[in-house]
Structure formats: structure tokens, C-alpha cells
């Protein structure tokens, strides 16, 4: 069983820059993901990394602004977001485990989940 823990949550004025971070339990050789929520709302995928590294994917609504990332011995994933705006308000959760078949930024396609962290931008 693979536990994920989330950090650097926190509150920033719009423009402003976080990073998050997610300490996986044990070496990661699986895809990774950010994900954000808002209360009433569904779940969207944010960033996915595969464990090579050399493949990123992006939510068209943080491209240019959000980096995901891999520290070099595979224990955490990071998301730089710079740029931030109100709209990125959410409980960010960190996931693991790409699912045979699902496509990277799905909800549904991973097996492990954090518990989230709070970013909030106010204007």
C-alpha cells in the first residue's frame, strides 16, 4: 500500500507562486498526478508525470503557468504554479498508480490518493 502525503498548500494573492509537494511511502515507478477539487464540483486533473520523467501532461486551464515534476530518487512529485489566479482555488490531491487503459489526467484512473492540501488565490 502506497501513502502519499501533500504539502505547501497554503493562501497567496493572484499573481503570486506555490509549490506543492507530494512524499510517496516507497521508490515510484508510476505515473503521478496532481488533481484539484472544489466543493460541488468534480474532480480535474491538473498535471501527470510518467516515472521516466520525460512525459508531462497539462490541463489546458494551467499550461504555461504549472510545472510538475520528479525529485531524482522517485519519492516525491512537485507542482510549481506560478501565475496563480482565484479560479485555482481548490483542495489539491496528489495520486499514483495509473490505471492499464486510463488516460493520465482522469479521476478515476488511479489507484492511491493523498489527502489533499488547501491553495487558495484571493484578489
Known amino acids: 500500500q502506497v501513502q502519499l502525503v501533500e504539502s505547501g498548500g497554503g493562501s497567496v494573492q493572484t499573481g503570486g507562486s506555490l509549490t506543492l509537494s507530494c512524499e510517496a511511502s516507497q521508490y515510484m515507478t508510476m505515473t503521478m498526478a496532481w488533481f484539484r477539487q472544489v466543493p460541488g464540483k468534480a474532480r480535474e486533473g491538473v498535471a501527470a508525470i510518467r516515472p521516466s520523467g520525460v512525459s508531462a501532461f497539462y490541463a489546458d486551464s494551467v499550461k504555461g503557468r504549472f510545472t510538475i515534476s520528479q525529485d531524482t530518487v522517485k519519492t516525491a512529485v512537485y507542482l510549481q504554479m506560478s501565475n496563480l489566479k482565484a479560479e485555482d482555488t481548490a483542495m489539491y490531491y496528489c495520486?499514483?498508480?495509473?490505471?492499464?487503459?486510463?488516460?493520465?489526467?482522469?479521476?478515476?484512473?488511479?489507484?492511491?490518493w493523498g489527502r489533499g492540501t488547501q491553495v487558495t488565490v484571493s484578489t
Open positions: 495520486a499514483a498508480h495509473l490505471l492499464n487503459g486510463q488516460t493520465p489526467l482522469a479521476p478515476s484512473a488511479y489507484k492511491y
